[in-house]
Each structure stands twice: as C-alpha cells, then as structure tokens.
C-alpha cells in the first residue's frame, strides 16, 4: 500500500520559501561575483543585492568619486547604504559580495575567496566563503575554478 505524502504544514512552507530565497540570491550574488573576476582578470570590487518581501532582487552601487577606490572604503559605504535602504523600505534580505583570503582546515596556504554576507529581516545571518583558483590571462577572461565552499554563522549588522 503507497504512504500518503504528508502535507507541508504553513510554517514549513514558510521556511521553504525563506530558504529558496536565500539560496537565490546567495547565488546570484556569488555568480556576479565569479563574472566579474573573470572579466577583470582577478580583481572584485564590493556588490550588494538586496531582496524585496516579493522576491525581487535588486543591485546597490555607491560612488566615492575616487577612480580606485580602497576596497574596505567602498565594503564600509555600502554596508552604511544598505542600513539605511533596510530602514526605508521593506527590505527582506540583503547579500554583499567581497574578496577574502580564507584558510582552510586541511590547507596550509591561505586561498582567494569570494565571501557572501547574507543578512535577512527574519532568520539567521550567515556567511559563505567561495574559495578558488584562478589563471590569469594576459587576454580575455580568466579561468577560475571554484572550490567547495565555506559556511559559516554570520554577524547582524544591517537588521537590528
């Protein structure tokens, strides 16, 4: 006799749509990152994406006015815009994109990563490093090959 499939009750479906979610824009954010490495021959500069309460995602720029601005100025002035984007609008999630050098437990060497801050109004924050290699090439893009990545618990900074 066949089991009867049971039906997810509300809070699961809940918890299923907040993780799908997550893992959107984790991923896309990720993917943007990767792209961009590529095209620019290793070097990332911070990006952010935010997520609306109807799944939509959106892109946050900030300009300095300097034409190479410090990487850690640039991840500081979008963190300071997300926070005030969060506290205007109805904001579910928010993603930022930067480059790290992790070690792993069974590496000696430090490796180049792309790391995910992901921040959401009504969960856990959480932090992923996505470890790589890369081959620099003198024209076209450059070729990364993406390691297993790095989960880790996150900080809240942007919803308080």
Request: proline share 6%.
């Amino acid at each position: 006799m066949p089991r009867r499939r049971h039906s997810p009750t509300f809070e699961e479906r809940v918890r299923n749509i907040a993780r799908d979610r997550a893992q959107r824009l984790i991923t896309v954010i990720r993917d943007r990152a990767f792209a961009e490495l590529a095209r620019r021959g290793g070097e990332l500069a911070p990006l952010a994406l935010t997520m609306d309460a109807g799944g939509r995602i959106g892109s946050v720029a900030v300009y300095t006015g300097d034409q190479f601005p410090h990487p850690e100025n640039q991840l500081a002035d979008l963190r300071a815009t997300l926070k005030g984007q969060v506290a205007l609008h109805t904001l579910e999630s928010t993603a930022i994109a930067f480059y790290e050098r992790i070690t792993l437990a069974s590496d000696v060497q430090p490796l180049d990563s792309v790391a995910v801050e992901y921040e959401t109004r009504n969960g856990k924050p959480l932090s992923v490093a996505f470890p790589y290699r890369i081959k620099v090439k003198l024209q076209g893009n450059s070729e990364i090959t993406p390691l297993a990545a790095v989960t880790r618990p996150g900080r809240r900074t942007l919803f308080l």
